[in-house]
């Protein structure tokens, strides 16, 4: 690991302060995702500023009927918060799948929500990478791309963003806070936060140099009742995601009134399944309208050599979730 | 005892060694002497270094000039392990890990991966498990941190550490000392009533949880054991969490068992 000073700011304005004084300085929050990639030699930080024992670890419910989640609040106590886990036991479930209880007792909100890819090329700094070394070309394109993307990528980036949490918020419509250098804070809703590669896909988020997740505000609870997070990976627990369905509905009157829809493993952002959302709104929750929404959200996949297996698996994903959504009693 | 610098004739070597001479084509008179003199050279620094004692070092940094000890990034923090604090002037790069193992000679805490992907290294901060080797030990100013050593209590071994003996919940023993920290703060875990990804209803929210063995193994899941010896450190978890004196599940085979496996 490179050296670095370590600066343990004792409030939000000191961390700001510090952050914006030092361009090549990085927050630090449970460190789960940072200091292993310091230790790769990836990330190399000249500071850490320390930020997981400043204020922000509340979960308290906001003016819209929703909850606001600290952004230094840790992803056990978040997941295992009495409200999240009755209001929004979707992304309870989504966030419990994530790791281990080691690292979600570490692992901050807005730590999580700012993880980077976990592609191999990425991590190994003798390979070529435009992710890590912009310009460097990427290796997975015509390399191992089993557990790559199939949507929204180019030929600068096809790595997948590794977060179960932002599948769920991106299901849930959550809104991010960000405290900016000179004090003031912004609101970017979850589907504008991460980006898909362009030209810049060493940037993964729409964040400015220093700004600091300081919350993630949730919406009025739509999907407390029908919710599930289906994860499927290589090993039953402690893996990333091949691919990951979030699904919530609401049912009233055995019509859907409204869906919720987003995948994990398949983008370099939380996917929205836009269309097969609006497709289910207003029918009726069944097989056969879970698979025509299925091979909607589907339609527009491409994939690589080798992730062909995406898009099928992909399908049956969604409907899979969507049934063990609607089955769950309320 | 003969100057093998000067005397050709001290090389006397084996068949073996000559086999290998040649392959790497060094056998010939002068590249042979310089090659074994250069083996010498190399042989005799490995002895040197186990001399260089921790002192000499110190010295060494202590005589560097000022500006590279700025390099250094010094942090001072105490360290409060195991109800004892010790305060450390630590490199920033330190991880809690090492800091334990190095510094304090705490070495029961293991580096199994450094990658955050093992648990081997699993302690316990203010009553919550995680991972030494992803933590700074510049962070943990003012934190509570118990590690294998300081389970015990008056001599007496923690009821999980017990029955880890019992139930033979390790074979090489090096994910141990992680799976049982580990497995003292999941006990917690199941009393406050923290849900799992395999948790049936997520609203359900009660305290003192029952855990299915499903739930153990989802929640033990942090802790990979190379040697497999998974069931048994399920049954060590069960036996302490339930109450109940559980028998071990697994019996030496019978004579017949033995002869119908090998059909």
Known sequence: MRPFTYTGAKTTAEALKAANANSNSHYLGGGTNLLDLMKEDVERPNELIEVANLEHKQVIRNEKGGLTLGGMLNNSETANHRDVRTWYPLLSMAMLSAATAQIRNMATNGGNLLQRTRCPYFFEVSMPCNKREPGSGCGALTGMNALHAIFGWNDKCIAVHPSDMAVALAAIGATIEARQTDGSSRMIEIAEFHRLPGDTPEKDTNLEAGELITAIHLPRPDFSTHYYYLKIRERASYAFAIISVAAGLQVTDGKIIKAGLAMGGVAHKPWKLTSAENYLSGKTPNQANFEAAARLAMKEAKPLEDNKYKVKMGEKAIIRALTQAYQRKA | ?263
């Open chain 2, 1 to 263: 005892m003969k100057d093998i610098n000067n005397n050709e004739e001290s090389y006397n070597l084996t068949e073996d060694e000559n086999n290998i001479l040649d392959q790497i084509g060094l056998n010939d008179g002068a590249s042979r002497r310089k090659f074994l003199k250069q083996l010498s050279a190399a042989s005799l620094s490995v002895l040197a270094s186990a001399y260089f004692t921790t002192d000499l070092f110190a010295t060494t940094i202590k005589d560097l000039p000022d500006e590279v000890k700025a390099l250094l990034n010094e942090v001072k923090v105490n360290l409060r392990v195991n109800n004892m604090v010790k305060p450390l002037t630590l490199d920033s790069r330190t991880t809690l890990l090492d800091a334990l193992r190095e510094k304090l000679a705490l070495t029961g805490s293991k580096k199994g991966c450094d990658h955050g992907q093992c648990g081997a290294c699993t302690v316990i901060v203010d009553g919550k498990r995680r991972l030494s080797c992803l933590t700074l030990a510049a962070s943990c100013e003012g934190k509570e941190i118990t590690t294998i050593e300081g389970l015990a209590e008056n001599g007496q071994l923690h009821p999980m550490q017990q029955a880890f003996i019992k139930h033979d919940g390790f074979q090489c023993g090096y994910c141990t000392p992680g799976q049982i920290c580990s497995s003292v703060a999941l006990l917690e875990e199941a009393k406050n009533g923290e849900a799992s990804y395999v948790t049936e209803d997520f609203k359900d929210i009660k305290n003192n949880l029952a855990l299915s063995e499903e739930e153990i193994r989802e929640r033990m899941s942090g802790n990979i054991c190379r040697c497999g010896a998974y069931n048994n450190i399920v049954q060590a978890f069960k036996e302490v969490h339930s109450g109940d004196d559980v028998m071990p599940t697994w019996e030496f085979a019978t004579a017949e068992q033995m002869a119908k496996a090998k059909i």
